[in-house]
Every structure is written in C-alpha cells, then in structure tokens.
C-alpha cells in the first residue's frame, strides 16, 4: 500500500506540471495574440489553436487532478442502501469506474493510431493530430490506473468533501491567526 500511495503522489504531481505547462502554453498564445493584434493590428498565426491545444491537456489532465481529489461527479442515489456493505460497494465502484475509464481510453487509442495512419493534420497549423488524441488516452488512462489503486487499497481512495462531517472552514481571521501561531511556535524552536 505504501508503494501504491508513493505511485499516486508522483502521479499528482506529474499530472499537476503537465497540467500547468499546457495552461501557461494556452493562456501565453491567447494573451499574446490579443497583445500583437492591440499593437500591430493583426494577431498571431495560429495562437488560438495553440490556445486550444492547451485546453484539450488542461483539460484531461484536470479530469484526472479531479478525480485525485475526489471531487468528480459520482452518482450518489445508492448510498443510503448501500452504507451496510460501504467498503464492497466502494470497490465495486472504482473497478467499474477503472472498466470504463479503460475503455475510454482504448477507443481513444484507436483514433489516435488511425490519425497517425492516416496522417492527419489540424487545418491551420498543419501539426499532426495524433499526439492531441493521445492526451486524451493518457487523460482516461491515468484515471483509470488511479482508480484501479483504489478499488484495490480503499483507504487510499480521497475522501468527498460533503463526507468529512464536523469540519469547520476556518475565516479569513481565523486562518491569519493560525498562521501567526505556526510562525510564532516556529520562531520560539529556533531560539
């Protein structure tokens, strides 16, 4: 379980770089374009499909960072019944989650060898569209590996923000008081 737990924390954070390099990509060529078009009347060749490029990896790998979170969409109409056997239930869900996120991403997987076969091409910027497709197979199968993980080690599964009953979000004052008490204790250790 350690070694699972060590797997999914440098998945984060890949998924988390990846995911910030494609947006500073996306919002580089859109902010640049807008400034080249204010200065000098006409845009960058090609920024928005740059920009939408970064969109489809912020994209699929935000589905995965959510789901890392356990903030995506899940049904919830059964959890009521289902809270005698929650532990079973809970597997079941992520196996069947991984089934089809698998799924998806062997579909992708297809597309995206039959685009490179063809050799397909994106209409403005003439770049192959395989490797696009591809972000989205590794999008699918990430989530699908992360919840294989879980339906294997369940305690490992994050929990959903409205489960965690009791916990109080602490104010603005509340927050800037806790932190200058963490300073503080930490400035009385170094002395």
């Known amino acids: 379980m350690r070694t699972a737990k060590t797997f999914l924390n440098y998945l984060r954070i890949f998924e988390q770089s990846l995911c910030f390099i494609a947006f500073m990509v996306m919002a580089g060529a859109l902010m640049g374009d807008v400034l080249r078009r204010e200065f000098t009347g006409s845009g960058w060749f090609g920024a928005p ?51 089809f996120c698998y799924f998806m991403s062997y579909i992708a997987f297809g597309v995206s060898v039959e685009s490179f076969e063809l050799d397909d091409v994106s209409a403005v910027l003439r770049w192959p569209i395989w490797p696009v497709q591809g972000v989205i197979v590794m999008g699918f199968g990430l989530v699908a590996v992360r919840h294989t993980l879980y339906g294997i080690f369940v305690d490992l599964r994050p929990l959903p923000l409205e489960s965690v009953e009791g916990v109080e979000i602490a104010t603005d004052k509340e ?15 170094n002395r």
């Open 49 to 99: 499909q740059v920009g939408v490029v970064g969109m489809v990896v912020v994209a699929y790998m935000g589905v995965s960072l959510a789901s890392a979170n356990g903030s995506h969409f899940r049904p919830k109409f059964a959890d009521i019944i289902l809270r005698r056997w929650d532990r079973l239930a809970n597997q079941i869900g992520e196996f069947g989650f991984a089934i």
């Open 175 to 189: 927050a800037k008081d806790i932190t200058d008490g963490e300073q503080d204790y930490q400035q009385e250790t």
